[in-house]
């Protein structure tokens, strides 16, 4: 359970604000794609 977790939950709100919200991604194919990049570089 991530909210169990404060790294995991901090991690999950800044995905989400920095990357899902801003709209950086055209489709949920290109999300797919690119999210395990963002992923690799953290």
Same mark, same amino acid.
């Given at each position: 359970m991530p909210w169990h977790?404060? #790294?995991v939950e901090s991690f *999950?709100?800044?995905?989400r604000d920095e990357l899902l /919200?801003? /709209?950086m991604f055209d489709n949920p #194919? *290109? #999300?797919s794609r690119c999210l395990p990049i963002v992923v690799e570089t953290l």
């Open positions: 977790n404060g #790294a *999950h709100n800044r995905l /919200e801003d /709209e #194919a *290109h #999300a």
